[in-house]
């Protein structure tokens, strides 16, 4: 079969599977009442959106899986079996395990009928433990631990990269976590910035990331009808931890880790904004850098609309976008 129809398989196989399924899903999570649970210190009309339906997480890594195994099928003829097989694990662990990690998150918030999950200790505990069975399957593959810095030099950090791993993927995931506030900001800024990754994919001729790309792309559009403001349904720390975890995935596998300064950029002052606050609040005995953190609730607390605020950051990522190919192009090409 054609590479191409594949791809466009796998691309319907997700997005349908998310716009079929998610309506029940809906239904059923109503039915058991795992529902959001707002802050209460946050912005006020925030707070009407108190139980709508969370964990949308579930359906569209489901979904994404299912677009993503219906293509490798297909894609296997194309790899040395090998070869297929280090790429379709690297590209699953992380992302099934993080989800994982938000799924229990989740289900303890409802639990305990809070917006506070799993402790934060035992959350970085299962972070570094994915982090190190990833470095490990990744060296036992054979894969290379230079780093290229926009191809004006190479760095070999050897052991040092499954530290390198830790980081990207716990600060990746966590950012993502962070930017999931608002109605379809994390969906709509994940797909702008995985656009960067499936254009280096598509360039190296990487068909299996491409298929798990497109996949997910696809997913997560079809998500993005219900998670739009207003929104039926949030993606949860299991959409959000999972979505992190494979921009860092992506980034290490096209060893184009440097970019994800750039295109990670409104992920990192989501994260940055969060430390400073906190920071500044502990040095000030009290005082406040921004309104709230993390920092789009700053822009809503200064007045502007949430979905202005979400096309702020859509914007932003559109640019950091922009910027990642023309310096990828410059550099690379």
């Known amino acids: 079969m ?8 796998c691309s319907f196989i997700s997005f349908f599977l998310v716009i079929f399924t998610m309506p029940a899903f809906i239904r059923y999570i109503k039915k058991i009442k795992f529902g959001q649970f707002i802050r209460t210190d946050g912005p006020k009309e925030h707070l009407k959106k108190e139980g709508t339906p969370s964990m949308g997480g579930v359906v569209f890594i489901l979904a994404t899986l299912a677009g993503f195994l219906t293509a490798i099928i297909f894609l296997e003829f194309e790899y040395p079996m090998m070869v297929f097989y280090k790429k379709v694990t690297l590209l699953i662990l992380p992302f099934v ?21 799993l402790s934060g200790k035992l959350k970085f505990l299962y972070q570094v433990l994915i982090a190190a069975i990833f470095f490990f399957i990744f060296l036992a593959l054979g894969f290379t631990t230079e780093v290229n810095f926009f191809n004006l030099f190479t760095v070999n950090l050897w052991f040092l990269y499954g530290l390198l791993i830790l980081f990207i993927l716990t600060g990746s995931s966590n950012a993502v976590n962070l930017t999931d506030g608002l109605d379809g900001l994390a969906t709509g800024t994940m797909l702008i910035a995985l656009s960067f990754f499936l254009y280096i994919a598509h360039i190296r001729g990487e068909l299996i990331i491409m298929a798990f790309i497109i996949a997910l792309m696809s997913a997560l559009v079809g998500f993005l009808f219900f998670n739009y403001k207003p929104a ?15 921009l860092a995935t992506l980034a290490i596998m096209l060893k184009v ?34 309104l709230m953190a993390p920092l789009h609730h700053h822009f809503e607390l200064k007045g502007y609309s949430e979905k202005k605020v979400v096309w702020l950051f859509y914007s ?6 922009a910027i990642s190919i023309f310096v990828y192009r410059a550099t690379y090409l």
Request: proline fraction near 1%.
């Open 2 to 9: 054609h590479v191409n129809i594949i791809l466009v398989i």
């Open 97 to 117: 395990a993080f989800g994982l990690l938000g799924f229990f998150d989740d289900y303890l918030i409802v639990l305990k009928k809070s917006n506070k999950g």
């Open 232 to 246: 039926k349904i949030f993606m949860g720390d299991t959409g959000s931890l999972a979505l992190g975890s494979i």
């Open 257 to 290: 880790e440097a970019f994800l300064i750039i295109i990670a950029l409104p992920f990192i002052l989501e994260t940055l904004s969060v430390v400073f606050q906190v920071f500044y609040f502990k040095r000030t005995k009290g005082k406040r850098l921004f």
């Open 316 to 321: 932003i990522t559109f640019i950091v976008l």
